[in-house]
């Protein structure tokens, strides 16, 4: 699915809860303290705006101005390669609409990712150029690669995006500074192998919304923000390793490790198993947390941490207008008695219990917090996270 239909849909949520995205607006003066921001706004008519910001979050990509402001180092390095990156119309695609595709030929890799019924994003590696940005090809130097790389017969045409590109891997080494935070492409950027950069800023957005609207609403402590940082920055090491793992592999030059790649992945893709692994992986519904500050008790099965599946019949975790924990069990005097105590934190649709005896408490973003065989250490768990510390 095209990147702009996600944002559609995002947009649209956000206009049916009374937001309205404000865009062109450009922050010309950041000011960060130990309480939040001074900012100054610059409108698209040119009118200026001072705003004190008691919670400031950086989402403004790679080249981030709050990450500069906050003298915060961007380790890692460039690839010295350069790639292009093309959305276009093909016909004579000989792959089924639903399939991404992969060739490998001796001088380089290909990519072709189905977006829409006869629409296709293509992604290559070319020799390195000089200067510092790479030059962006055209629709006739695209084709010509496809017909050299890729499937015989296939006809470009009608782009919607050409872009060149040089492969850098960055990350924050945290994601935090008193009360301004970063995410997404400002804390992390990687190689698009695995297409997994946009999940990995969502995610980071909805592991801090959730919490920041807890803290902001008063009904947890300051230090529940101090886990966002080690949780997602965890993810984002894994990303980053995947990603550079997937660009070695498949910009291997030797002739023999070529072949042994080629057979290694013709089998390995050919694995219902592997396959619906590497799906997982791309789609991060294999995230968890198994080292978070927030893991509470554990007593069998899921552990802390661990991601659990919407149970079908029910609100999903976080659906709500507001974040609220989701408990799972049998809905005794016991469970009663914990909604009644935590009203603005519970949810009290109360699901099926995900193993006999056992009440879990799942976060409002879908990882199971704690689990426990009776009320008292599900309350004290929650006791912690809103009392100060």
């Not at 699915?1 to 049916?16: A, D, F, V």
């Not at 603005?344 to 976060?363: F, K, T, W």
């Amino acid at each position: 699915m095209p990147q702009s239909e996600t944002e559609r849909l995002l947009e649209e949520r956000l206009i049916r809860q009374g937001i309205s995205v404000e865009r062109e607006v450009e922050a010309t003066r950041i000011v960060p303290d130990s309480t939040g921001a001074d900012v100054v706004l610059v409108r698209p008519d040119g009118r200026k705006e001072d705003v004190r910001a008691e919670w400031l979050i950086g989402c403004d990509g790679a080249h981030s101005t709050v990450r500069h402001v906050l003298a915060i180092p961007f380790a890692g390095e460039t690839l010295r390669s350069d790639w292009f990156l093309a959305d276009v119309h093909m016909s004579g695609y000989p792959r089924p609409d639903t399939d991404a595709s992969i060739y490998w030929h001796e001088e380089g890799v290909l990519l072709i990712f189905p977006i829409q019924a006869g629409r296709y994003r293509i992604i290559s590696d070319l020799p390195a150029t000089a200067g510092s940005t790479p030059p962006t090809p055209t629709l006739d130097q695209v084709q010509q690669l496809v017909n050299k790389r890729g499937p015989a017969g296939t006809k470009l045409n009608d782009p919607v995006w050409l872009s060149g590109f040089r492969i850098n891997g960055r990350k924050v080494a945290s994601y935090r500074q008193d009360h301004t935070f970063l995410a997404g492409d400002a804390a992390h950027i990687h190689s698009p192998a695995g297409g997994q950069g946009m999940n990995t800023g969502m995610q980071d957005a909805i592991n801090l919304g959730w919490k920041l609207a807890l803290v902001i609403r008063g009904d947890a402590d300051k230090a529940l923000l101090d886990s966002y940082s080690p949780e997602r920055s965890a993810v984002g090491d894994a990303v980053l390793k995947a990603a550079e793992r997937l660009t070695a592999v498949a910009t291997i030059c030797n002739p023999v490790a070529q072949r042994l790649r080629n057979l290694a992945g013709h089998l390995a893709l050919g694995l219902t198993h592997f396959t619906r692994g590497v799906a997982e992986t791309m789609s991060e519904v294999d995230v968890h947390y198994p080292n978070s500050p927030l893991n509470g008790p554990h007593h069998g099965g899921l552990v802390p941490g661990a991601r659990v599946a919407p149970v079908e019949g029910y609100p999903s975790a976080g659906s709500g207008p507001r974040p609220l924990f989701v408990l799972f069990g049998a809905r005794d005097p016991g469970v009663e008695q914990l909604l009644k105590m935590y009203p603005d934190l519970i949810d009290g649709n109360v699901r099926p219990a995900l193993q006999d005896d056992v009440i879990s408490l799942v976060r409002p973003d879908g990882y199971l917090a704690c689990s426990a065989s009776d009320i008292e250490a599900v309350s004290a768990y929650l006791d912690r996270l809103t009392s100060p510390s």
